[in-house]
Structures are given as C-alpha cells and as structure tokens.
C-alpha cells in the first residue's frame, strides 16, 4: 500500500512539471514580445533593456523557465498587468470561489447520477431507465451556459426565487456559509451540475447492469440475502470505477465553470480567466491556469490513492 | 472511451484496403433501421440545409440593423422569430449563423480526425521508445481539462476565429492519437502483418493496406462522438468573445450579446443556445447509433 503510493506520487511529478512547463509556454505562444505586455509603447530603449534584464527576457529560453519555476513554487507568479497586484493573491482569493462552485456541483451531480444511474441498472428496460437515459443524453449534449440563461429566465426572472447575479447580497464576494449566500450558489450550482450528472447516471447505470447479470449475485440471492444487502454488494464493486469518474468530473468542472462564472457573473477564476484575455494580461492568464491545473492534478492523484482504499486489490498491482 | 478492435481471431480479416463493401452495407442497413439515428439525421439535415442555402433562403438581410425594430418578440409582423438587439431579423440570423457555428463545430474535428490518425498510425507503427516518448508528451494534455485548455490556449493566441479554431484542434488531437496508436499497436502484431512485411512489402504500404482500415473505423467512431463536444465548446468560445468578432452572426456569440434581452424578451434571447443543444444532441444521438451500428462485427 505504502508502495502503491509512493508510486503515485512520483509519478505526479513529471505530470506536474510539464503543465508548468506548458503554462509556460503560453507566454511565448501570445503574439508580440511578452515586454510590450509590460512596458508602455513609448518607453524609451533604456528603460526596455532594463525591464528586459528584470524580468530575466534577456536570458535563454530554458534559464528563463528555470527563474520562473523557481519563483512559482515559493508562490511568486508576478505582477498582473491589469491590475498592477500580484497574480499570487489575485488568483487565491479567486479560486475558492470557483472550488466551493465546482464542489457543489459535482456533489449534486454525483448523488443524482448515482441515484438515477442504480434506478436505471436495478429496472433496465423500464420507463426509469429511459428517463434516466435521456437524461444524461440531455446532460452531456447541452451547452450549460445555456441551461444557465434558461434557468435564469425560470427561477429568477418568471419566479424570481434565485438570484442570477454575484455571489452574495450587495455585490459581494466573500463566501459566508448563511442561507442569503446559499441562494446565490443554487443556480449556478445546478447548472454546472448537468454535465456530471450525465456521466455519472450513464457510468453507473452500466456497471450496474452488468453486475446484476454477473453470477456472484446470483449466488448471494440463491443465498437468500435481502434486496439490500445484495445492493450493498453490488455498490461496494461500482464504488472504484464511480469514484474515478467523479474525480475527473470535478476536475473537469473547475475548468468548465469559466463558462457558467460568465453567465451568472460568479466571482471565481472564470473571471480572473475574462479579465486576463482581454485585457492581454498574460501573467494572470498564466497563473490562473497553473493554479487551477495543478488542482486537477492534485485532485488526479487524490482519486489514485483513494481507490486502493475501497478496492484492495488495486493497492497490490 | 477504449478502442476495441473488431476482430476476432478465429476470423481473420478480408485483408483489403478497406473492410468489404459488405461490412458497410450492413452498419448502413442497421442505421437506417435505427428510428433514433433517423431522427438525429434528419435535424442534422435540416439546420445545415438551412445553414448552406441560407442566401436563398433567409427572409431578410442577417446584417440590416434597425433602431425602431429592436427586441420584437417571436412572431412579429414580418420577423417569425423577432429581432435582436439591434433590430436584425432573428431567423435570417440563425439561419446564416449556422454557417459559422457548424463551420467552427465541424473543422476542428476534421483536423483532428486528420492529424491525429497520422501520429497514431506513426507512434504505433513505429512502437518501441519512439512510440512511449510520443505518448508520454501528449500525456501532458490530459493533465489540462479540455474547457481551460481550448481557453488558455486560445486565450494566449487572442481573440479570433482562426486561433479558437487552433485551440480546439489542440484539444482533440491527443485524443485521436490515443485511439489511432491503440489500435495500431494491437494490429501490428498481428501474422498477416509479419506475413506482408517478409514479403517485403514497405512500411507505408503495409499502413495504408493493412493497418488503415483497422484504425478509421475506431478512429471515426471516436470522433463522431467528438462532435457534440465541439458545437459546444466552439460556440462556447465564442459565447466567451473568443471566437468569431461581431457583427457576424454565430448562434454562441448571439447568445451572448442577447443576455442583455433576457429581462425584456427572454424567449429571443434563448434561441441561439437552443439551436447549439439540438445540434449538440443530434449529433450525440447520431454518434451513439453509428457506435452500436459498427460494432456489430465485433
């Protein structure tokens, strides 16, 4: 086990590396020379040259991406151009907006999926499990910055139960775990949940399908265990496989919701992500994306770890 | 999705260029039998006639704005589906905006489809170290999830259809490799193969004879699949500003300049995000009924 995990983890390391490395390179991929981000159009040479030796332009390519990793891991991603703070902070106090956003999401998405998902399996053929099958065909096919102007125009417009706007009362954006903030949360919430949703309900449903045809089932049955406790059977093998689909969902969410951030004008790294295109602000483009990337891997590496602790055999490969 | 191979190996393949005449005739004959995929095709038809021959077609001038008309609402006198927020008829718009948003869906699944059953077919033909160091670099992708990836990318070459167009064919690339190198690695193993290659025939004929018609069918499955993903992000990026630039009309940047409307006249407004949703799911549908229709070999 312990074994198992050291693997995973070095693993992560190269994984790690190259989306810095190529977090890196999307300064060099923005057109022009990355100064004339930084330096007004009329400077005058000198001070070019000087900006140029600061900000380490003057060395080789490989020494530039050493000087820089060097000061991302002590937590130093420069200066945004727009706003003149550092990226640092500007992308912390983003990002758990858009975590708490993603989180919600997938939790819903995961339990209706499941829920919808074991429904269909348990009646396959049924009318549940057409339901059940149109609607994750429903949830993988929509674009959700619609389902989010759709659900605006329901709950906040028609029945204006829901706020469309921010995250709090008054504009603000600091979370507060009090039913007023919660509102706000719903909609967007929802609407990122589709996609999950979708996936999950199809995942399960076939695991589920397939495990209720296999043999061992029929065995606990002939057995004479409840209906329950053969579900808990039949949970316990679908469990590995939905936890590793749901890790990757979420980590699909965070990047998915810069779209469904648009719509409902949720302060998160969506925002960051809008401000920073454009306004060509290229080093906050670079280290919302690193951030958010290497939760993804994080979150990666969280769902290999987890899984030998539901199934123990996959500890032992 | 994992590539499985339709073969088996008590029935060795028809070696020809590509499967039998046959073997088509009876994935068309399940597809016409298949009530869904009718369906889905019969709604693809429709919004790309209606895209294509939107010049003959379309009842107004797609880029004739007047400021008395703003906003009507659906079923106005002369505009069946209003007018937007600069008085342009809605349905001529719709109509011409098909042009762009499938034009953007479309084209990066191609070049995918395109550049990434080369580098299958050459990473795994080629096999061995070549193959590990070429699958490893395109590992690095799958650490980016597909939204922020098309994002960053496109957002770092800026604004403009042609680098949304880049940005999504970036996106899909690794995934078609992936399958195409799969496949091929399976097949190249086989003896008809070892068989072709003491016979002294070239690398490249063996690919184009014996290996290709093992790949597309997998290949094109895959990428079928794809193309849902891609009406969505493309015209997800566009919704974002990043792709195609106002005044042309394109259903996820419409969808975007009539948020504003969505107080006055919320059904206009939703219109353009309803017809990226039955694209999307037409070609969802259609997808999965091409998948069940091919895989009857297997």
Request: with cysteine.
């Amino acid at each position: 086990m312990f074994a198992y995990i050291l693997k995973r983890l070095l693993y992560a390391i190269p994984i790690a590396l190259s989306v810095t490395v190529v977090s890196f390179i999307l300064v060099y991929l923005a057109p022009g020379d990355p100064l004339n981000a930084i330096a007004p159009a009329d400077a005058p040479e000198e001070v070019i040259t000087a900006l140029r030796s600061a900000y380490g332009l003057d060395q080789p390519v490989p020494v530039q991406y050493g000087l820089w990793l060097m000061r991302a891991v002590q937590g130093d991603l420069g200066l945004s151009i727009a706003t003149g703070r550092e990226v640092t902070s500007e992308v912390l106090s983003a990002v758990g907006n858009t975590l708490l956003l993603a989180g919600v999401a997938a939790l819903i998405g995961v339990v209706a999926g499941c829920i919808l998902g074991a429904l269909a399996g348990y009646r396959h053929g049924s009318w549940i499990d057409r339901v059940a099958t149109a609607l994750s065909v429903v949830g993988v096919s929509i674009p959700h910055y619609w389902l989010g102007l759709v659900l605006t125009i329901f709950f906040s417009i028609w029945q204006p139960w829901f706020p469309a706007m921010g995250a709090g009362p008054g504009g603000s954006s600091e979370w507060q775990w009090d039913l007023e903030h919660f509102r706000y949360l719903v909609l967007p919430a929802v609407t990122l949940s589709v996609i999950p949703m979708g996936i999950i309900t199809r995942t399960v449903r076939a695991l589920v399908a397939d495990m209720l045809a296999q043999e061992f089932v029929t065995a606990l049955r002939a057995r004479g265990l409840s209906g329950i406790a053969v579900f808990r059977h039949v949970a316990k093998n679908t469990a590995p496989t939905v936890l590793a689909v749901a890790g990757l969902q979420i980590g699909y969410l965070m990047g998915g919701s810069i779209l469904v951030e648009t719509v409902f004008a949720w302060p998160g790294t969506g925002f960051l992500l809008n401000t920073a295109i454009f306004q060509r602000d290229i080093p906050l483009l670079q280290g919302t994306i690193l951030v958010l990337c290497m939760f993804f891997v994080a979150l990666n590496l969280l769902v290999d770890i987890l899984q030998p602790l539901i199934d123990p055999r996959m500890g032992r490969a | 999705m994992s590539a499985t191979l339709p073969l088996s190996p008590a029935a060795p393949m028809p070696a020809a260029s590509a499967p039998s005449r046959s073997y088509w005739a009876v994935v068309w004959r399940q597809l016409r039998r298949d009530p869904m995929a009718l369906a889905a095709a019969s709604v693809l038809l429709i919004i790309v006639a209606a895209a294509v021959f939107a010049p003959w077609l379309a009842p107004a001038d797609p880029y004739k704005a007047s400021m008395i008309k703003r906003l009507l609402p659906i079923g106005s006198e002369g505009f069946l589906l209003g007018t937007d927020e600069l008085g342009r008829d809605l349905l001529s718009r719709l109509m011409y905006g098909g042009r762009l948003s499938l034009l953007m869906g479309v084209v990066p699944v191609l070049a995918a489809f395109g550049i990434g059953t080369a580098i299958g077919l050459f990473a795994g033909y080629v096999g061995g170290k070549l193959n590990m160091v070429i699958m490893r670099v395109l590992d690095v992708f799958y650490a980016f999830p597909s939204v922020l990836l098309a994002v960053a990318i496109s957002g770092a070459l800026g604004p403009g259809m042609s680098n949304s167009l880049i940005a999504l064919t970036l996106v899909f690339v690794p995934q078609v490799v992936r399958v195409a190198e799969s496949v091929t690695t399976q097949v190249r193993q086989l003896d008809y193969i070892e068989a072709a290659r003491m016979s002294g025939a070239s690398a490249f004929s063996i690919i184009r004879v014996h290996v290709l018609g093992n790949v597309l069918g997998p290949v094109f499955v895959y990428a079928t699949g794809l193309l849902s993903v891609s009406m969505i992000l493309a015209s997800g990026l566009s919704f974002l500003g990043l792709g195609v630039k106002p005044p042309e009309p394109e259903w996820g940047l419409m969808l975007n300049t009539l948020r504003s409307a969505i107080y006055s006249n919320p059904w206009v407004a939703a219109l353009p995000g309803l017809l990226i949703f039955v694209t999307s799911i037409a070609f969802n549908l259609l997808a999965d009924s091409v998948r069940s229709a091919m895989d009857i070999r297997r």
